[in-house]
């Protein structure tokens, strides 16, 4: 493999983000640690940072930030992971389910309201309990398990009164009774990496809040799903959220600047390995210009 | 070694440190990032916002 020049862009270094530095290092490759919160984004002219590097890694902690970051550098015509139009899918829930369900890949019912009034209809169709998510957020913030209609109605009126406009779009879901965990598979281009499941009393199994994680054996059935959820959503490097339903998967949440530090440590798999084994052959496959061997 | 920036007190660094990252003060519980390596040099980390994630 040739000695490729990484711009990894971020705003924050996690343990993720070390584990790729690392294993990027040790292949040889270049890397050149872009703080996006520095740069200065030209409608035309990529800012120097960027200019001289092969592909660009997006890692940015903020989804704001990474969309525009995949735009710019789509408009700059460099090579970026993930691409933008995966990272606007990714980045938005009302985006995410509606690729999902015109791909036809099990997810949960969802409706989507504007309104606290129709909010609440649609809560009470779906009946008690069900799901209020924000459309843009992550690590379980603000999920709400709604019990019954005062609940719902003391929720609504607490996100109304929040004051982003991000608030007031609904996003109403079905509860799935899933059987205390859900499933991560961390998968390239919809070819899954490592999977673990994580488990916990709370109905929010996330590894952010101390849910236990193991791993999880990928079988056929899952794989075909995690490649056909992977493609709905424009592929790349992800992190494809599952839960069981008794007769099958439903796809909840797909993360295109997915963290793997805990699958890294569940599983047996060189996560960090593998996603620049992923990085290498993405950049040959493009032909990218690299700079040296 | 850098000093905390809230409280004085010292923190322990590891070799592979990168400007970015953040370190928890042992003493008081301030998040504090990573600006410079060499001289390490610290600030205040970022508060959390409803944007980031994964």
Known sequence: MVSVKVGLCYSRIRHDEKLLLSALRERGHAVEKIDVRDQQFDLADPPAALAEVDVLLDRCLATSRSTYLTQFAAAYGIPVVNSAETATTCADKVETSLALEAAGVPTPETKVAFTTGAALEAIEAFGYPCVLKPVVGSWGRLLAKIDSRSAAEAILEHKETLGHYEHSVFYVQAFVDKPGRDIRVLACDGEPVAAMCRSGEHWVTNAANGAKTQEFAVEDDLAALVAQASAAVGGGLLGIDLMETGTGYTVHEINHTVEFKALNDAVAVDVPGAVVDWLESTVETAAVPAGGD | ?54
């Open chain 2, 1 to 54: 070694m850098v000093d905390c920036i809230e409280c004085g007190g010292e923190l322990s660094l590891y070799d592979d440190i990168e400007a970015g990252e953040i370190l928890d003060c042992s003493t008081c519980g301030a998040e504090l990032e990573v600006l410079e390596v060499d001289p390490v040099e610290v600030d205040k980390a970022p508060e959390l916002q409803q944007d980031w994630g994964e």
